[in-house]
């Protein structure tokens, strides 16, 4: 086989010179994340975390464990960043268990094992909760605070690691279709904090409860729910194509995100409680422009079981 040399050295270039304009555009997306101004961070962080969305999806369609691994590194990281906020990351068999916990309900789903799980942790936080206070001989403010920490983080874990376990739930309900509420029940409460944000930036001028979170407004909420209905009716729109979905009772579809928004917009507002309590802007920082993975999940803690009980009461098909 005869290869011309010249024709060779000129594709090897024109690679060469892709790869290099794929490399530049990395280093790019890079700059933009660590060095650009928090909306140009907020963007480009949310266009990955959106690739990396979609590609867990649809390997979840061959591969269906793929989400629950996800959805329990998700869980793992978020009580980490509780974990360390309360000062608990060094105090290793509690540490420990507390995320071996909270990976448990995506990993084994609702069944005995995680029954078991969450009865051997309850019992081992009581025990360590009892520890500590026999220990504590002054009982001062400081001290007693080890003690509250323990069932604040118990607490949470708990609700944490049941909500966004309703997501490999959701995902049971089919292989497309599944892969469809899926996407339906993460988007409904994203494109919310999206809509609420870009709203609320340009447009907001009413406080909505200033004393949880002073930069939220009534007319963020409001592009909020607008921006969970068009993410909706165009995910349906979409899916008849992707996912083959006929029948869809758009109806039914138009209730659960005029519904699901606020309850998005409720979950915020609830983990924003929380960093007031605990003085924080954030829960962490591992998402530029985001913050912590909680900060990117606290709507999803409250919208996935809403979707998953609307799903039993209504038909999204039919």
């Keep these: 086989m005869i290869v011309d040399k010249k024709a060779y050295c000129i594709f090897l270039l024109e690679y060469l ?20 101004d928090s909306l140009t961070k907020r963007i480009v962080s949310g266009l990955i975390c959106i690739a990396l969305l979609v590609t867990v999806m649809f390997l979840s369609a061959t591969w269906s464990f793929s989400l629950n691994l996800a959805v329990a590194i998700v869980s793992c990281i978020s009580i980490f960043e509780i974990l360390c906020l309360k000062g608990e990351s060094k105090r290793g068999i509690f540490f420990i268990s507390s995320i071996l916990f909270s ?11 995680w029954k078991i799980s969450l009865y051997l942790y309850a019992i081992f936080c009581l025990i360590i909760a009892m520890m500590r206070f026999v220990k504590n001989k002054k009982k001062t403010p400081s001290e007693q605070e080890s003690v509250w920490n323990v069932c604040f983080v118990f607490f949470l874990n708990v609700v944490v690691s049941i909500c966004l376990g309703t997501i490999v739930e959701i995902r049971n309900f089919g292989k497309s279709f599944g892969i469809f509420l899926s996407l339906l029940s993460l988007g409904i409460a994203w494109s919310c904090d999206m809509g609420a944000y870009f709203c609320g930036k340009f ?16 007319e963020g909420a409001v592009g909020g729910v607008v921006s969970s209905l068009i993410y909706s009716f165009t995910l349906c729109i979409c899916s008849q194509y992707l996912f ?13 995100s005029i519904i699901g928004a606020p309850v998005a917009i409720l979950g915020d507002l609830c983990f924003s409680l929380i ?18 993975v909680l900060d990117r999940f606290d709507s999803v803690i409250f919208v996935s079981p809403f979707v998953l009980i609307f799903l039993h009461i209504f038909n999204i098909v039919g």
């Design 17 to 36: 010179e892709y790869a290099l304009d794929l490399f530049r555009f990395f280093v790019y997306v890079l700059r933009s994340v660590f060095e650009g």
């Design 103 to 113: 990976s448990a309900r995506s990993l084994f789903g609702p069944g005995t094992k």
């Design 203 to 218: 447009f907001g001028k009413n406080k909505m409860c200033p004393q949880v979170s002073p930069k939220k407004t009534i």
């Design 244 to 256: 083959k979905i006929q029948g869809i009772n758009y109806f039914n579809v138009f209730l659960l």
């Design 275 to 292: 960093k007031r309590l605990l003085s924080i802007k954030d829960f962490g920082n591992v998402i530029p422009g985001h913050g912590g």
